[in-house]
């Protein structure tokens, strides 16, 4: 009879000690692609990050409505670090319940962010494994150059449980360590320049062109002239403008050079930016995506330089890590907490790098767009491009079985978080319309915000009651705006050449912006921050786009795809801007 008792005993400790894991996370299965190698040797090491819970993100979002929308008794307010700080930074309870976990596993931890809410432990793969129920196994995907270490479950010892929003990387499988252009999403990878980099005409071909035309290249004047941009030069050395790169590289100041000559030449050629890096730890990329990436980011200081006529510009380059291999989640981490330290922040900050909603853990996700909330309450105005594969996600996405045929639409991150403002592109002029690459639709975790549940549901109400496309059709709807996105002449390597995507569309929307955030500063305003409830709220300042579908360049196009209407749309948003109309927008608050 005691052997039974004893079993008893024993059955009953199991459960205790199940009962003190959470299921945290978990997959059914790793994303089409990765195959497993088996479990991750005990004694391999891993260095986990860790979200700690903020004290009040929901009244963080409270204030930003509140600062943000025009007519408020507080509209553009903007905190400062400490204030934004009091919202996110984790409670006494939790940084107290983190510590005493971590003493009690004899565990060293390293603080990352200067709001306390991130912080990073190394450790054994055994060691994991036990103290998160995990099974941590090595994966391998073919644009990978090596394996990576993930687990498909995870869970939170009991006293971490409300205390730890997220673990990375734990079961995100995002492919976005460089060579995986399918995922991450600058506007040209090589294949993109084989299908569309072409070699400009002569300069005396090119005179006898006006702007208009898909086979006539975008300049800067062409902008200008089309959305009535300023050539006026900046007077505000404090209002800056900062554009992200990743993996380290930087723009080559030749090429900028060379482009304010041949399309700015009211302005001085050795204009140039500032060039910020930081982290380490970084990959270094293979020769031909190292170039590609070295394009993306001439293109994208060209499009601010060239366009913001004496706004100061800077470069922040983050060095993707190489010990993980989830390069894009990791450096846009690694860009927020640089950006949250900052006294003096830069006023517009645009990125056109995305990759697919579901690349990345949801928590990660959430965490990752809840620090735009508080970046944004701080008045920066955050531009994404809207992706370069129309519904279907990023490029380069054709490998995907069934892709085109399935109708089940991706979204793109970060350009679906709410708190940034998503640019999609146009091409033409007579008309303006939607390019067949610009990213749009509606976010699968994040809810339609306030600023533009009206518009949203005037173009749901549109849509045929038999629309086959699959979607969430009360997500955050993207993109909010949109600007020209094709056939755009830039300066790469010394030669002229031409190409398009949303990566052009979000530095030109961002040097508007910026451009209207320089006269606010000098009237003695602020700038203008969180820009989607007054961009929802003055949609006639915009040149509402009609025509277009963004079934992707990859896709045929008949496939499955949303259409440009009246009003707001899932592929420009509420349309292309009118510098005049969005500064008097700008002033009249």
């Not at 930074?89 to 983190?98: C, D, I, M």
């Not at 129920?133 to 270490?149: R, V, W």
């Not at 090429?255 to 140039?272: G, H, K, Q, V």
Request: net charge negative; glycine share 8%; aromatic share 10%.
């Amino acid at each position: 009879m005691l052997l039974p008792a004893f079993a008893n005993i024993l059955a009953l400790l199991s459960v205790v000690s199940c009962t003190r894991l959470a299921v945290h996370e978990s997959r059914r299965a790793a994303p089409a692609g990765f195959t497993s190698l088996g479990a991750a040797p005990d004694s391999h090491v891993l260095t986990l990050k860790f979200a700690l819970t903020p004290k009040n993100i929901p009244g963080l979002e409270q204030k930003l409505a509140s600062l943000s929308t025009p007519g408020s008794s507080e509209f553009r307010q903007w905190l400062s670090k400490d204030e934004v700080k009091a919202f996110v930074q984790p409670s006494n309870e939790t940084v107290s319940a983190f510590n005493s976990w971590a003493s009690a596993n004899d565990l060293a931890f390293t603080v990352l962010s200067p709001n306390a809410d991130w912080v990073s432990l190394t450790l054994s793969v055994a060691t994991a494994n036990k103290l998160f129920g995990a099974h941590f196994q090595e994966f391998e995907h073919a644009s990978l150059p090596q394996p990576i270490t993930r687990t498909l479950s995870i869970s939170l010892p009991a006293e971490l449980v409300g205390h730890v929003e997220a673990i990375h990387p734990s079961t995100s499988f995002s492919t976005s360590s460089f060579g995986a252009s399918r995922q991450i999403a600058p506007s040209a990878r090589q294949r993109n320049l084989e299908k569309r980099l072409t070699v400009k005409r002569t300069e005396s071909e090119a005179e006898e062109e006006d702007c208009d035309g898909l086979d006539v290249p975008m300049t800067p004047a062409c902008l200008q002239n089309l959305y009535g941009i300023p050539t006026t030069p900046a007077t505000q050395q404090d209002n800056s403008l900062m554009v992200t790169g990743y993996w380290s590289i930087s723009p080559n100041r030749t090429d900028l050079s060379t482009f304010l000559e041949d399309y700015r030449s009211d302005i001085p050629a050795n204009t140039t930016y500032e060039l910020i890096k930081i982290g380490t730890d970084g990959v270094e990329p293979a020769p031909a995506d190292a170039a590609v990436l070295v394009l993306e980011a001439d293109l994208d200081v060209e499009y601010t330089v060239g366009l913001v006529t004496g706004v100061p510009v800077q470069f922040l380059s983050v060095a993707t890590p190489s010990t993980e291999f989830d390069g894009f989640a990791t450096a846009l981490l690694e860009a927020n907490i640089y950006l949250e330290g900052l006294d003096n922040p830069p006023s517009v900050v645009t990125t056109s790098y995305g990759l697919t909603e579901t690349d990345l853990s949801e928590s990660m996700t959430r965490k990752i767009c809840n620090s735009y909330l508080a970046l944004t309450a701080r008045g920066i105005s955050l531009t994404f491009g809207s992706g370069d594969g129309g519904v279907y996600g990023g490029h380069d996405n054709s490998s995907i079985p069934g892709l085109c045929t399935s109708n089940d639409f991706l979204v793109v991150f970060p350009a679906s978080c709410p708190w940034v403002t998503a640019v999609g592109a146009t091409q033409g002029i007579h008309p303006e319309a939607a390019t067949n690459l610009t990213g749009g639709g509606f976010s699968n975790l994040f809810p339609r915000p306030w600023y533009q549940a009206d518009a949203a549901e005037s173009f749901l109400k549109g849509l045929p009651a038999d629309f086959p496309g699959h979607f969430n059709r009360s997500g955050r709807a993207y993109p909010d705006v949109a600007v020209q996105g094709a056939n755009l002449d830039f300066i790469y390597r010394g030669t002229t050449v031409h190409t398009g995507g949303t990566s052009f569309s979000s530095p030109i929307f961002a040097s508007v912006i910026a451009m209207i955030n320089d006269r606010l500063v000098a009237a003695g305003k602020p700038v203008l921050g969180f820009l989607n409830p007054w961009i929802y709220a003055n949609m006639d300042a915009f040149t509402d786009i009609t025509e277009g579908h963004n079934s992707g360049y990859e896709c045929p196009a008949e496939s499955v795809a949303f259409d440009a209407a009246k009003g707001w749309d899932p592929l420009t948003g509420v349309g292309s801007p009118i510098f005049d109309k969005l500064l008097a927008a700008a002033f009249k608050y």
